[in-house]
Structure formats: C-alpha cells, structure tokens
C-alpha cells in the first residue's frame, strides 16, 4: 500500500524541498520514492497519486523548470513500477549518498563522548604512548578515521570523572581529563580544533577539522565551588552536566526517580539555583543528561538561556528514567532547547539489543512531541558498551541520516538535527552572556554543613556560619590565626 | 633623598614579588568581593590606594592555600584563590590582570596613564606558593598555567611528594623526600617548557640546588632574604647565591621582620638595605628584587609596615650609594629579564 506523505506541518522554511517532492514510506519490499539524488540529474516525479504541485523557484535545483505537472513526458505507470522495481535495491545506497552529500557541508556535532574516559583507563592520559595513536586506536568506538567517515564535524568531548571521585580529588581529575582533551588537540592539530564558541565550531567546519569543545560531565567535579565552576569555564569547559548518576550537595540525580534512591533537594538546592544563574551567567551551556526529572523541571523554568540534554532519550519509547519524559519534552520545545538523542541500548528499546531504526524512531518522536528545533545527537559513544547494530562506532552517523531520510525527514530537518539546533542553542546562550555581562558573578559559599567527605579543610569559613561576616568575629579569627601565620611565614 | 626615590619610582614603578592579600580577602572575607572595597579596606597591608602611594607597578598576588590543604581539597582551594584575584583584578580599573612580560612594559603603562583618570593601573600577576597546590598532577600544572600563573613556588613549609621544603617540623607530609625526586625534576622541565618561572622561596637548600641545576630558565626566589646576614631557614646562603647569578635569576629580597633580624629587638629599614648590599657584593645588583610578603606575615620593619612605604627603601639604598640604573634594576628591569628569559 502506498501511503502519501503529507507536507511536515511543523515550519519548513520556504526555499526546502518542495511538497511535491517527497519520500515515500515503504511499499511492499522496497521504497519508493519521489526525489532525486546527487548521482542523477533528472527529477523523478511521485510515481502514482500525489497531487502535482508546481516546483518552488526558491531551491536552485527546482529552477530547472521541471514542474510536476509535466509529467506526460514520462512513461506510464506500470513501465514506472518495473523501473523502479529494478532500481529498488539501489534506493538505499540513493539515501546514504544523499546523507552524504548534506552532511558534506552540514557534519554532525555529537553532544557527548567519552573518548577521554577511555585515554585514561587504557593509557592513564598518556597520549605519547604507541597504543594510543588515534588515528590507529581499534578497540575504542572513536577513533581519527572514523570520525571522519562519519562525517563527524563537532563533539563535544566528555571530561567525565567518576561519582566515587566526589569529595575526594573530583577536581583535580577534572583538569587532567580536560587536559587530555587539550593536548589531543595539540598532538594531532590537521584532525581537531580545539574551540570554545559557537563561531569556533562554524570556523572549524570550514576548515574541515573536528571542532573539539569540553563538556564537565557531573556536579561533583566543581566541588560546590563557584570558584572552581568560574575556573573550568576559563579552562573552556561549554557545558556542565549538573549531575552523573549521584546528587550533588545541591542537585538530585536520575537515581531519585527509581527506587534505588530517594529525592534530596527535590531538585536544585538554594545554591543549585546559584550555581544555573552563574552558568548562565558565564555563557555555560546547562546539561540535564543524567539529572531527575524534578532537576530538569526546575532548571527548565529558572534558566535565562535554553539548556540540553547532551546524551538522553526518549521517555515516550523506553521508560527508562534516564530519558527525558513528554512533559518536559514539551518544555523544551517552549524554551527553544535541545534533546541529543543517546544510542544506549538500554535508553534505546529498554533491553540489551537495539537497532539502527530504534534509535531513528527516539529522533522521530523527539521531533514530533518537541518539535525539528529540538532534536540533536549525542551517541554517548565509549561511555557505553552496548550500542545498536548498524550504529557500532562514530563512522555510522550518515547510515542514521540515511534512515531519517527515508522518514520523510527534509533535508532542512536534517541539518538542523546534525548542527544547526546546537549552534542555535550556544549562540543564544552566548547572547544571553552578553545580556549579563554586568552582573556580579555569584559569591555566596555554599553552606560548609551541606558539604560532606573529610577530605576538606574549612578555612576561609569563619565560626561554620557562611553568611554575615561580623568584623569582630574576623578580627578574632585573623588573631587567633597570627601566631600560626608569624609562623609559618 | 625623598625626592629622588620618587622621581625614580615613577619611572620606574615596582614590581613586587609577593603578597598574601588574596589570603586575606578568603580569611576576612570568604572571597566576598561585594563585602569590602579594596581601595579603602584598612584591615590589612594592602589597598589600592597604598599601593598607589607606594609606586607599586605590578604585584603577584599569591594564591596560597594552606598546608593542611595537602590531600585534601587544595586543588579546588587554589582554583577559588585564583577566582578571586582574577575577579578582584576585572572589578577595579585601577588593576589589570597581566601574564606577559609585555604585559608591564613601561610603554603600555603610559598609554594607560592617559586613560585612568588619578592612577595608573596596577599589572596583577598570579603565583602559585606551594606545590601542594598541583596534587601531584602535570596536568594540573599546565592548566594553572592556562588560567594565567605564572610562577609556582616549589613548596610552602611543608613538603610535598616531590619536593623538600626548609620548614622541619611544622608539618609531618612527606618526611623522607629531600631535595627534588625524579617525579619533581619532571614538575622542573615542564614549567621550563610551560614556561612558568620557578620560585624557590621556601624551599630547602637541596632543593634550590637541584632546581638550580636542571632549570634551563633562570629562577626567582619571590620572597627570601639573605642567609649570611640572617640565618633564617627561609634565606638564601651566598653558595646558592653565586649559582643564581649564574643561572641569570633573581632573589627579590623580603620585608618580613623574622627573618630579617633574626631576633634581634629593632629591625627597621636599614636592617632590610643590609642584606641588599650583602646580596650585591656576593651576586650583583642585577639578581635582585623585592618580594614585600605584605599581609603574608605580621611583623614589618619599622617604617614599612605596609605597602605604600617602599619609596622609603629606595631613598635609603640611594642614601647608600646605590645608583639609578642599579634601583631601577631592582625595581623593575632585573625580573623583567627574567619574566622574558623564561618565555
């Protein structure tokens, strides 16, 4: 049965691919379908019922002035039917070169990797070493050649450290997995580009290089410190996930909402909210991959920029607490974010097994509930094992494009999908730095009992109390502490 | 006298090597910058308006976190000291944040003359005292480098895994660890190639030795005085003096009254102008500098007690026969050679 594919309701830009011409969904073995692609200059008209509609002159390959209603020149139906029977086989192939070719000019810009992680546990950051030569790595999902066969033109790279980390050296391990990220850059600089702005990324496109960006992956590694927060910003960190899978002593994590945990702030602490306004504030995009479903509501209506998910799912397919559910799809879409569709299996079809079309589907409902402005990539390649056939490494993207292709995704949907809604996403959250550019960065330490672990000293906080500093009590402490400081000086 | 110091400072404004202010502003303030004003704040040696007063150029200001620290969260520590000096240094005019020797070029500063209105503007520098500040990490070297420091004192008085330090007996880290370990002449070679200048204010004599022979750099010492004149721990012995001069670096000699007089009741400017000349005779007026050590520790000379008296120095050098050239080289010229060496 040949279905017709209505025009997407959702805005299309004028000057995209004209109604007339478009994919249609599967009938009986094969596709069939009414566009072209780069390999063939003629246009092929829908075979059978759509109603012609006039090319629009806006798209440079309409003006060929090849209207649809023309299509007496072609032969009649069923000599159609055996063309294309013939040609069937090759339809596939047609829509991996048509991703091709789009994701020539528009690469994808994946918001989440973690092939530092990997660089530490394999070679303990030591990139000199010979195992570690990316461009021949091959027992990692990422690696030099392979990011480019997939058309990889920007990724955010993750400097997660783990949750045990927390109250311990999370800090320092933060600067040494961002230090990796630098020195990659720096060892292999004809592959990556190491930027920190939306026109870093566009500049790296042009020059055909990865753009390579940083993004904290977990609360913990800012030790509730705004200063350290300002610090890793300084460093070029773009984004903060605001928690990995613990809470902070000011953000619930995705635990909370399964039995294995109970909800602590309910949300973001008092200082939480301190630490969005000042992410806001610094022009750091905010990351809810990870954190719960009452972190995500509650950042959702404070932040003054839109924020992302950099690797998360669909709730609506798989109910797995860390995908994001429709309500808050829905939030996004109104506060102009982004989801970047994870590839898990897990988060995928809730099982170990997944396909290539499973995750095409959590793309597809992200566009339908959020809406094509809300929908990225963030494969979470090597920081998970099981991912799904036909998307085993960074080198698949365009295989996936292929398949939205053959969704009736329109090539503007696509590329707003591969690059553009990110770089929309970080241009406003740089304009909203401007915007608060004369703001006093936050200066308030968090509360020292809300803190835990012992291996923190407490100076700097005078008599436990974080708040009003009474110049008595100061001097009092500055005293008592002169003899130690004569001292040690 | 008078006169001729500050003709001279004018010209040729100070670069100091060392001051704690950052410490207090964490102590007093807990790095609350909207709670005091800098300009004006008399708690402490330190305000914008005596720096002014003192003809102060350029300042590192020391990120210095406590011993205790070691282990323990001295990293993030260190990153919320350097928060708040570069916050510190974007929230006044007057300050500047600075981390080339071009920075502080006399050039600059004089188009600068014309753009603030009553001042000039200070450079800030950053410097990190104490290598319990690293954790043990390279990384985390280059990435304080990154975030504008630009020297590192080896240690603080306590050693760390791969360094000594002169204190004996404050601290218990590290006991067995003398002079550099092998892991501590890599933390050497990569500030050369970094390009941070090495401090070894603090440090023990092996130590100072080591760094002395592997640096490809010239070093500094940011704050210490003379051993001979003093035999405090904390000052430097005329061996280690004559290999500095060698090595092209530079001891900016310190205002702190302990190790100046080594007890002794009165101690005043001419105390401190004796271990300049001392310093002089053994490695030359081109290896000196100053490193006041304001609001690091309590007791000052009399007639410096705080940082808008450094003119007074000067006058008693030129008193003693010190030349202009010579001054100005301990003002300003002699760290900046160095500052341009280690690039």
Known sequence: MEEQQQPHSTAVPPGCFPPGMRLLRRHGGGWLWGGWSPSQTRHRTQAGKLNPQPSQAGTARVSRGRAAPSRRRWPGGSVWVLVLALALPSTGQQYLEEAERIMNSTPVIDGHNDLPWQLLRK????????????????????????????????????????????????????????????????????????????????????????????????GHSIDSSLGVLRSLYRLGARYMTLTHSCNTPWADNWLVDTKDENPVHHGLSAFGKMVVQEMNRLGMIVDLAHVSVDTMKAVLNISKAPVIFSHSSAYGICPHRRNVPDDVLRLVSSTGSLVMVNFYNSYV?????????????????????????????????????????????????????????????????????LAENLLRVFETVEEVKRTLQDTAPHETPIAFEELEGSCRTSYGYSNGASTAQRPPAALALLLALAPLLSVLF | MRERAIELMQDARLIDGHNDFALQLRILYQNRLSRVSIKEINKTHTNLVKLQAGYVGAQFWSVYVLCSAQNKDAVRLTLEQIDVVKRMCNSYDELELVTTSQGDAPSCKSILKNVIVGGIKIACLIGIEGGHSIDSSLAALRMYYDLGVRYMTLTHTCNTPWSESSSKGIHNFYPSVTGLTAFGQEVVKEMNRLGMLIDLSHTSYSTAKAALSISKAPVIFSHSSAFSVCNHSRNVPDDILQELKKNRGIIMVTFNADVLACGRKVVNISTLADHFDHIKEIAGSESIGIGGDYDGVERFPEGLEDVSKYPSLIEELLRRGWNETELKGVLRENFLRVFREVE
């Open chain 1, 349 to 417: 079809t809730c099982s170990d097994k997944a396909n290539l079309s499973n995750v095409a589907d959590h793309l597809d409902y992200v566009k339908k509930v959020a809406g094509p402005g809300a929908v990225g990539f963030g494969g979470d390649y090597d920081g998970v094992t099981g991912v799904p056939t036909g998307l085993e490494d960074v080198s698949k993207y365009p295989a996936l494009v292929a398949e939205l292709l053959a969704r009736n995704w329109t090539e503007q949907e696509v590329k707003l999908a």
């Open chain 1, 123 to 218: 070679f303990n950051n030591q990139l000199g070493l010979p195992g570690a030569n990316l461009t021949v790595l091959n027992d990692t999902h990422t690696n030099i050649p392979k990011l480019r066969q997939g058309h990889v033109g920007g990724q955010f790279w993750s400097v997660y450290v783990p949750c045990e980390t927390q109250n311990k050296d999370a800090v320092r391990r933060t600067l040494e997995q961002m230090d990796v990220v630098q020195r990659m850059c720096d060892l292999y600089p004809e592959t990556f580009s190491c930027v920190t702005s939306a026109d870093g990324i566009r500049q790296a496109f042009r020059s055909g290089k990865v753009a390579s960006l940083m993004g904290v992956e977990g």
